[in-house]
């Protein structure tokens, strides 16, 4: 379990830094006009929103109760894998060392 918090983390800091470099340097309706003109740019985006939905689904699963389902697929659908990695490094931290209560979480 100790692997999966240290890539949790490294993912959490990864997309920290991608994210503040985008929206320091990067112009989103300039640049986001341009990945939608590119068919292989439409790709990568459907690839990324069917992993976001397939992610948050974990996410309500796991959960059970809306509220903190609702919040937690917001911020996966405007902020990406920031919030997964987020999300996973939490649940590991507090599953106890149990993957069981690690994939299931109040369900367990």
């Known amino acids: 379990m100790k692997i999966a918090k240290v890539i949790a983390l490294l993912g959490l800091l990864a997309m920290s ?17 341009k990945i939608i003109a590119n ?7 459907v690839d990324l929103y069917v992993g976001f939905t397939l992610f948050s689904g974990w996410i ?23 919030a997964g990695a987020l999300y996973t490094f939490i649940a590991l931290q507090t599953s106890g060392d149990d993957w ?8 367990a």
């Open 100 to 107: 069981h209560k690690f994939w299931y979480g109040k369900r």
């Open 39 to 45: 068919p292989w740019g439409i790709v990568s985006l």
């Open 17 to 33: 830094v991608v994210l503040f470099y985008g929206f320091t340097v990067g112009d989103f309706s300039k640049d986001g006009a």
């Open 60 to 82: 309500v699963f796991r959960e059970k109760a809306w509220l903190p389902s609702v919040i937690w697929v917001v911020l996966m659908m405007t902020l990406g894998f920031w």
